[in-house]
């Protein structure tokens, strides 16, 4: 299969795997592999949680997922966002509920992401009110939706007026490396706007604007150390292209969604989901990023992550939308884990901002 077919969303596709519940069942050995992988909440249970639970802690993320529609259709998504997912975006009045319930809670930080989410059209009026609120505002931007289309080449600017901490996957320094993961030509379009955001005061010292890049291996392999990868993606990036950055965040690849479709293909998932296993790190299992956020689908219902988010995998118990929002027992929650929480532990462990253990 050609990169290009391979990156089309898994929905425009038919894929099989688009329905939550099969990914489900594949994850649970009871589809295409009958590979046994140890439950998670039992792994967990050795490691000394009690039952195999998994308990939420404050929250202090408040993770906004506003739709899937993306510039992009990178081999590994694990959102099957692409240029074709329009269906599903967030409205204003779900945009609303949201900062209702932000202007009334202690949550210090709003983390947009998608899809691409300047896409949405109410992107830049939401970030302007979660400012007003005093919130911390973080963007996941895939870096290239600057350069698509000259309504978003000032996004550098408005990410800077309003101290919008910018967080941004670059695979590898290595232009054929990031572009067979990511598609033809993100590599340089991506470097283009890194140096626009470099000119904008990001990642330039004392500048207090933060641009932090996230590695995610280009195959079926744990990420190196954390701190290596930032020290070599640093200097590299600067003697070849001149741009900085910066925060490196290493990240493993989720066996779930478009990664999910890769492994299968490729014939990799048994041995991808035992390297998870072996790697099972306990430590690791404290930092996971499900303790101290709440994601929120376009839809406005609510989320231990964005990865059960895509998994369909809501909150557990009754109040699982924005409308019954209830900060209380949401930071009382059991997460709801599954076979796809070994990507979370293995190693050094993963999250949203990298390396935990
Ligand atoms: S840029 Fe991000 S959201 Fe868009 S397809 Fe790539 S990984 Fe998915
Ligand atoms: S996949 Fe989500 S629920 Fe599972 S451990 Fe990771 S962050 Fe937590």
Redesign the pocket.
Known sequence: MSIHQRNKSLASRHSALSDTFFQLDVLNGKAVSDVRIPL?SETIRQAGYAEGR?KSGRIEIFQVNVGKLCNQSCAHCHVDAGPDRKEENMTRATFEKCLDILSRYDIPTVDITGGAPELNPNFRWFVEECRALGKHVMDRCNLTIILSNPKYRDLPQFFAKHQVEVVSSLPHYNARRTDSQRGEGVFSDSIEAIRLLNAAGYGQEGSGLHLNLVYNPTGTFLPGNQAALEREFKSQLKRQHGVEFNNLYAITN?PISRFLDYLLESGQYENYMQSLLDAFNPTA?AG????N?ISVGWDGFLY?????QMLG?KVSGSRTHLDDFDLNLLEQRD????Q??Y???AGAG??CGGQVA
């Open positions: 998670f998994l989720m299992v996971v990023m499900c303790r956020t231990d992550c964005d990865f059960n995998l997460i709801v884990l599954n796809h929480c990507g979370c532990t993963s999250s």
